[in-house]
């Protein structure tokens, strides 16, 4: 490591900034946030240093640096246009033992400014050691959108309790326990929605319920999380959060690997299938795990693909949740029909061709097919058919038997969403054939309707 990672106290430091352009300006701007008392020395300001200028801890000195500027300073920013200078201004700096930054080189500087995340009092600060701002920025601006704004509510809370915590629970494995419960369950739940009333409420009375073998106090939970078609990067950031922190994971055959990877390896991890015809665990005992997990007090995952309350059964689990007063929340994913017609590049609404889109199911409980088939077969709209692989002849023979065009285009799409995707296109009567001269690995997605001819001119996943 080149450079030691700290995080300066420098409440009412007297600092200087020598430079007022918008490098300083930035600068200036966390210095301030900071609690610094800054002072400002430099004969023209930027625009955005200008705007700074009304704070009250900031004072501007419209003149070139001069030496005697250093006296009394913590820290000193070298900013100015002129390197020469920020070199003289750094080697003063030095013979007062002052700290320096000297703006774009690194090397020569005492410390460097990290790029920070920002959820105050909570800072996450990233450094490449100079090597690479721009790296560092990108890092940022990912862990920006993995950390919520409402983390900075979420550490204000944990802060305005840490004494009274720390009173009431002695232990220090119970109050690691009682902390981590608190900043990963409900209560972190209910301040990263909004409801930071109800989340101080639920605090306090958990302090109150709180004894010394608190690791032993237990209410669980259980999260229904829809997976998405396959591809990690079409997660909810819910969806990604609740992952994270999951204890016993529920997944089905769905769920991808790469998703499967996100969760906690030392989360116990049940595989509970779901092919057609072969379910690995009844879906009683599925309900029956759900249920004894979160009563041991575990925060459950029940992770499923696509949307769990699109032909997932989602509902039927929570039902048995609700009936043992478990609780639970539920995180909608994207349903393959979204995934697949995206990556596909079909719409399934469009002014010109389709007006409703149905999302029918190719597979009943009893292996039977038994769909409204007039409906189906009528002209403007678009027929999505789930888990419809084996029945894609009788699916197709009955629209046309029900009066739909020959021609109506139709499309397969197999894994979508993933790298491995392939698309199969053709029309209701030639599908099938298609499909049974090519081998195909499930899951599957049917598509039917004049919106498939739209992937001639749209499909962009496959062009990459
Ligand atoms: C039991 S259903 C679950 C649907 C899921 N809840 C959803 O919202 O997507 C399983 C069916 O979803 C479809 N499916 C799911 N992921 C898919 C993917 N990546 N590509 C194609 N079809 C998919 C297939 O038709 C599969 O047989």
């Given at each position: 490591m080149?450079?030691?990672?700290?995080?300066?106290?420098?409440?009412?430091?007297?600092?200087?900034?020598?430079g007022g352009?918008?490098?300083a300006a930035r600068k200036a701007k966390l210095l301030l946030q900071a609690g610094a008392k800054l002072m400002v020395v430099t004969p023209t300001l930027s625009e955005s240093m200008l705007l700074l200028l009304d704070s009250a801890n900031i004072e501007h000195l419209q003149r070139d640096y001069h030496s005697d500027d250093l006296q009394g300073k913590t820290m000193v920013i070298a900013a100015t246009d002129n390197y020469q200078v920020n070199l003289q201004i750094a080697a003063d700096a030095k013979q007062k033992a002052i700290l320096v930054n000297i703006a774009d080189n690194p090397i020569a500087s005492d410390f460097t400014l990290p790029s920070i995340v920002n959820r105050d009092p909570l800072i996450v600060a990233i450094s490449s050691s100079g090597t690479s701002p721009v790296l560092a920025r990108m890092l940022k601006t990912r862990l920006e959108a993995f950390i919520p704004k409402s983390y900075s509510t979420l550490a204000t809370l944990a802060g305005e309790f840490q004494v009274e915590i720390k009173e009431k629970i002695r232990h220090v494995g119970a109050?690691?326990?009682?902390?981590?419960?608190s900043l990963t369950g409900n209560i972190a739940e209910l301040v990263l929605t909004g409801h930071e009333?109800?989340?101080?409420?639920?605090?306090?009375?958990?302090?109150?319920?709180?004894?010394?073998?608190?690791?032993?106090?237990k209410t669980g939970e259980v999260y229904l999380v829809g997976a998405g078609p396959g591809n990690p990067d079409l997660l909810t950031f819910r969806a990604l959060r609740l992952i994270q922190q999951a204890e016993v994971v529920l997944y089905d055959r769905l769920v991808s690997d790469s998703i499967m990877n996100l969760c906690p390896q030392q989360a116990e991890h049940i595989y509970v299938g779901k092919r057609r015809a072969d379910h690995?665990?009844?879906?009683a005992n599925i309900n029956q795990t759900l249920i004894d997990h979160a009563k041991a007090g575990k925060r459950v995952l029940r992770l499923k693909g696509g949307d769990p309350f699109i032909f997932g059964r989602g509902g039927e689990e929570i039902e048995t949740l609700a009936e043992h007063n478990i609780p639970f929340q539920v995180v909608p994913g994207i349903t393959a029909a979204s995934g697949c017609a995206s990556y596909a590049?079909?719409?399934?609404?469009?002014?010109?061709?389709a007006q409703s889109c149905t999302f029918i199911t190719g597979h009943l409980k009893d292996g039977s097919i038994n769909l409204d088939w007039n409906r189906l077969a009528g002209t403007d709209q678009t027929i999505v058919c789930y888990m419809g692989l084996m029945g894609l002849p009788i699916i197709c023979e009955q629209l046309i038997a029900h009066g739909i065009a020959k021609d109506t285009p139709a499309a397969l799409i197999e894994r979508g969403t993933t790298a491995e995707q392939q698309v199969h296109t053709g029309t209701?009567?030639?599908?099938?054939q298609?499909?049974?001269s090519r081998t195909v690995t499930a899951p599957t997605l049917i598509i039917i309707g004049t919106v498939v001819t739209l992937r001639k001119k749209l499909d962009w996943f496959e062009q990459q």
């Open positions: 080149k450079q030691l990672p700290i995080f300066l106290n420098i409440q009412s430091s007297a600092c200087l900034i020598a352009g918008p490098a109050r690691k326990a009682f902390w981590e419960k009333t109800k989340a101080r409420q639920a605090l306090k009375t958990a302090i109150n319920n709180a004894n010394q073998n608190y690791s032993n106090a690995a665990m009844p879906q590049g079909i719409p399934l609404t469009h002014r010109d061709h209701v009567s030639t599908l099938p298609i499909i049974s």
